[in-house]
């Protein structure tokens, strides 16, 4: 058979099996939100259950659904659940469906699958069975939802409860060098948090029983630097060599927690410290066979995501904040940095984002988002982001067991305690008392204001991040977050059912907002000042308003200027806000001009300084004591890439309305492809800036999506589908359509 003849055949098989329903078999199965719950333990008694709708023809979307559960997937298999069948349901739900049947019981495995009908009323294949695991249901948890380290059912291997598991990686070295003085380097091409396993032969002429190994984070040449600086990782490690025994383990020390709430592995794993190059002492008579880093994060899925574009750079910076998402999540949760391995909300709330942006995964943030409600970290602002960890699960998963089941945890977080006569919230009023900390479950002795970091003001590093923040009693940046956090609150209160809060946290925020603009803004100079009484505006004090809609719009072109004209004088963490802010203004080729800039602040330059993580600080000069270059909180580009150059989000809860609101600046074409609860969504975009614009997208069945396009000129042409389109909707600089689920084409061209 020639080439054409089988790309013909395999063309009309494909089509074949499209007729018969296999090609629409819904995919994609979630049990409890893990997409790999037959690797973990399940303590919910009623699990929920979700999948993707796949399209037997083009626009297609659910109609009903079938779901059976069993004891044995024989049973299944046979056509007999024994647990739960629902028959079919005439429904377009297809996630977040509640097990009704019979009881489950604690420490067993299950197995479940399901069908679907389409628009045309044919029935799908049945999915693929998964199956999902049972732990203890009503054991006494330190807190509620508490993941413990479990042994599966009748296995010996052990897991997380509650969460996607942990598993090591093989990475063999991508170079290996020889130096002059005999010892063998090994570059293993990225950083991980790993051990290293080596497989050893030697003869006679070896006269030593113990073999050098170092491991480190920074190269120099084909060697590893000895003393890197800050928090960059070196260290040399001793291996005892026995007669007859070629496979060894490099033994990493235990972590020994030095802060409160840090991670520490289960002791039924080995150890792991992040490293990418070693170095072994040359030994003659000794050779080493083979040599593999461990490396160890979550499941996880390298061809769930995509980004590629017409500028390598941002090309870099993508993959480079991709890999430190995912790589960071050694433990199963967000813990970042080997030094503290503790969960902080803000860096928490970046890597969620980010982790959403990169694999269907939602349980690593879930977990991280409960932990952190109930072990909360001293910064004012990241008590904030709580709620906005809180609203994002929700956003992204559709499911409201986390906002319903924290509710009241969440009030507390938005600091309505600590507001005073003024309208505002301080931290320096004497408010702080020990019932105000215990309902946000801080358990130190006072919140402290943080603005950005590293904070040259408490003397600990000679420069600081901060822009020279005046911080002052009534903060500007403390009570942006306040009112962000009102605002999400009211939708959280509308989403629970709890009308009067809901009222109640709108009009607050209305409130606030008012008296934001009162106090903080300065009507001479047109921008904001750090706080009551100072006469210094900051980044921070200006960029933060704009991230979160407290600016009016007669003041944006003047603090959006000032902004600009700040450049990137911000650290890591809050050039996440910064993004925000300029794409918030419409400010998508700035935005991406500071994104991939090439200075010293930037995170080219952390890709130039030969991290492969997203590093704590842009450079060591302004951090020389604790960077780290393993650190998410950096990673921002891994969510606003998808989110802000290609404009891909949900417009409800769930995704199943979309917008796609692409500002891609000057780039002459970029290619994305996201991952959501309902499936991928695929944006290809190209253009001749001022002439042409087109857009290439692929919706998920099941949803449909509010495609905007820039409005090029005064006069265009609009088609989508290759048909040209009358009736033109606008709103501002963009045109809008409607789109419904499956592959379109839509392009604005200049008249």
Known sequence: MNRSRSVIFVWLSLIALNCFGQKSMPTGLLCDLMAHPELAAITNKTPDFGWIVNAGIRDDYQTAYQLE??????LLQEDKPDLWNTGKITSAQSINIQYAGKGLEPHKSYWWRVCTWGRTGKQSAWSNMQKFNTSDFDLTRIWPNESKWVQLPGE???TFEDREPVKFHDVAPSKVVTQKNGNIFYDFKKDAFAYLTLNISWDDKVKTDTLDVSIGEKGIGDSIDTKPGGGILYGTYKIVLKKGVPDYI???????????????????MPEVIPFRYCEIRAVPGLKVNSIVQKALYVEFNPNASSFSSSDDRLNQIYEMCKYSTIANTFNGDYANSERERMMYEADCHIQQMCHYAIDRDFTTARYSTENLIYHASWPTEWISHSILMAWADYLYTGN??????????????????????????STRTGLQTKSFLAS??????????????PDADQGIYPSGETDNYERKDYNTVVNAFYYRGLVLMAQIAHATDHADDAALFEAKAEKVKKKFNEDFFDKMSKIYVDGIGSRHSSIQANMFPLAFGLVPDEHKESVVNYVKSKWMACGVYAANYLMEGLYNSEQGQYALELMTNDSDRGWLNMIRMGATMTTEAWDLKYDPQDLSWSHAWSASPAHLIPRRIMGIQPAEPGFGKIIIKPQPGDLKWAKMKLPTIH???LVDL?????????????IPANTTAQVYLPKISSKFTLTVDRKIVKDVVTDGNWVVVTS???SHSFGIKEN
Request: proline share 7%.
């Open 679 to 681: 499936g991928d969504i």
């Open 440 to 453: 946000i479950h801080y358990e130190g002795d006072m919140l402290h204001d943080i603005d950005d970091w």
């Open 686 to 698: 190209r253009q001749v800036q001022g002439v042409s614009f087109d857009l290439n997208t692929t």
């Open 740 to 742: 419904p689920s499956g």
């Open 69 to 74: 559960v069993a004891t044995s997937s024989s």
């Open 250 to 268: 490099l033994t990493i020390p235990r972590f020994v927690p030095q802060f409160p709430h840090s991670q520490v592995m289960p002791l039924q």
């Open 400 to 425: 409201k067991e986390l906002i319903e089941k924290y509710y009241t945890d969440l009030k507390a977080k938005t600091l309505m305690a600590l507001e005073t006569p003024e309208g505002l919230i």
């Open 156 to 158: 010996k291997s052990w």
